[in-house]
């Protein structure tokens, strides 16, 4: 019996005036996860319309990664969404598996009332010079360059960027990888070296508040995913892939690169188990570089009812939910090679 069978039945119970206790056919669970804010837009899609035969209820928090990963270490969360992994210094649980769940592009955005053009185009390395605040006004000779025939505001850029954070670990790793005499250090926290030379740069706690900022703030530029990018309604730049072409984020571009990257599955090494080893500098046809992927944390061999209904829940989100409606809110399925790694790796949660 489902939830949609029962609240039926219920509502004919009534009508007639019997008096019963509302038990379901199935033993229930509520699993509480927290995490990433980039991926908040597809979870919470995704819980909303779950109707599981067990009647087991989710719930999310979008409190970004380094938080999720924190309260799952803790067991004070049933399962987290994090777009890193657990760091050297992090605490760790005893036993989990980390599962791919769905990925999205990381948008480039800037306030669209600033006399900008729609479109801007950039590359990795203006990217780099406007978060260290050494491209300074919009007009600057690096983004003119990148944009022929444009008119550009001789105004100076005001740049906001996330705190410790999955997207801003994944940027950094971009960074790093494409423009490595900038000095980029890969990093959680991108505060310290961006402050160092960006002193007006300002921190925002999670992705749909410094989309808010961006979206409220003349002249502001900012990073984040494109599902807040779109609700936010922010521009946002095409990107100059390693290919040589300048690309919109799109599902459909963001599924490119992610095809493209090699999975890692070590049973052996759950800090690894199930991850993408993303090289930011692959050369694909019509790719959008900046694509990431979230992570589902959960325990691994539980042999609780939780367990089962975590277990279920990945299963949902990766083989249903984000395959038919991921591309409409801003997200990327995963590619058949990594869909099956994850599968496997959601089998694993659970015992019963």
């Known amino acids: 019996m489902n939830k949609k069978f029962y609240a039926k039945a219920a509502a004919v119970v009534a009508v007639l005036g019997l008096t019963v206790t509302a038990t379901p056919a199935f033993a229930a669970d509520a699993i509480a996860g927290k995490g990433s804010s980039f991926a908040n837009g597809a979870l919470q899609y995704c819980l909303s319309h779950y109707d599981p035969a067990s009647n087991d209820t989710v719930t999310y928090t979008s409190t970004g990664s380094g938080t999720g990963r924190s309260e799952f270490a803790k067991g004070n969360v049933d399962w987290a969404a994090t777009d890193g992994t657990y760091g050297s210094t992090e605490t760790k649980p005893s ?42 006004k919009w007009n600057d000779k690096a983004i003119a360059k990148l944009n022929p025939g444009k008119t550009l505001p001789a105004k100076r850029i005001l740049t906001f960027y996330r705190d410790a954070s999955g997207t801003t670990e994944n940027v950094t790793n971009y960074l790093l990888q494409n423009v490595p005499a900038a000095g980029w250090t890969k990093s959680k926290d991108l505060g310290p070296q961006i402050k160092a030379t960006n002193t007006t740069a300002t921190v925002k706690a999670t992705s749909s508040v410094l989309a808010d900022k961006v979206q409220s703030t003349k002249y502001a530029f900012g990073y984040f995913d494109l599902s807040d990018a779109v609700s936010a309604k922010v521009a946002y730049a095409s990107l100059k892939n390693a290919n040589g072409d300048y690309v919109a984020p799109t599902a459909a571009n963001g599924a490119k690169f992610l095809a493209g990257q090699t999975t890692v599955v070590d049973s052996s090494n759950a800090a690894t188990d199930g991850t ?23 325990p691994k061999g539980g042999t609780t009812t939780k367990a089962a209904a975590v277990e279920g829940w990945f299963k949902y989100v990766v083989s249903s939910c984000i395959p038919t409606k991921g591309a409409g809110l801003g997200y990327v399925a995963l590619p058949t090679k990594l869909k099956n790694a994850a599968l496997a790796q959601i089998a694993t949660i659970s015992d019963k």
């Not at 598996?97 to 948008?107: H, M, S």
């Not at 959008?288 to 979230?294: F, G, K, R």
């Open 95 to 136: 036993s989990y598996v980390t599962i791919p769940l769905l990925g999205g592009p990381v948008v480039f955005a800037y306030n669209k009332n600033s006399g900008l053009p729609a479109n801007l185009k950039l590359d990795a390395a203006t990217v780099s010079g406007i978060l260290k605040g050494t491209i300074a």
């Open 276 to 298: 993408l080893t993303i090289d930011f500098t692959k050369k694909i046809k019509g790719a959008y570089q900046l694509t990431i992927v979230t992570y589902g944390l959960a």
